[in-house]
């Protein structure tokens, strides 16, 4: 079965930096773009950032632009998130999530890993 499980959340404090990741199994990671969503307490799911099945292109959310960098090690089935500068409302479940054949959303989510940016 597909599985994606995300680790590397933890507290950090205003302006610090974090990187999650994902390892994936069940399918052919190379296969497929991957995606980072997060949700913050009450909030909303939102889309932070997406990466091509090569890694040669990634998208980001405006509110994480220039702060965030995903990247992928296809070798070792794993997406990550490079979190730099972090601000209080970036605090959120971060989930990686599987981005289906034809592009047009995401099939398969891990668990989410808690990211907490207080001082």
């Known amino acids: 079965e597909v599985q994606l499980v995300e680790s590397g959340g933890g507290l950090v404090q205003p302006g610090g930096s974090l990187r999650v990741s994902c390892v994936a199994s069940?399918?052919?990671?190379?296969?497929?773009?991957m995606s980072w969503v997060r949700q913050a307490p009450g909030k909303s799911l939102e889309w932070v950032s997406d990466?091509?099945?090569?890694?040669?292109?990634?998208y980001y959310a405006e509110s994480v632009k220039g702060r965030f960098t995903i990247s992928r090690d296809n070798a070792k089935n794993t997406v990550s998130l490079q979190m730099n500068n972090l601000k209080p409302e970036d605090t959120a479940v971060y989930y990686c999530?599987?981005?289906?054949?034809?592009?047009?959303?995401?099939?398969?989510w891990g668990k989410g890993t808690l990211v907490t940016v207080s001082s």
């Open positions: 069940g399918f052919t990671f190379v296969n497929y773009g």
């Open positions: 990466i091509i099945w090569n890694g040669e292109i990634a």
């Open positions: 999530a599987k981005i289906t054949s034809n592009r047009r959303g995401m099939d398969y």
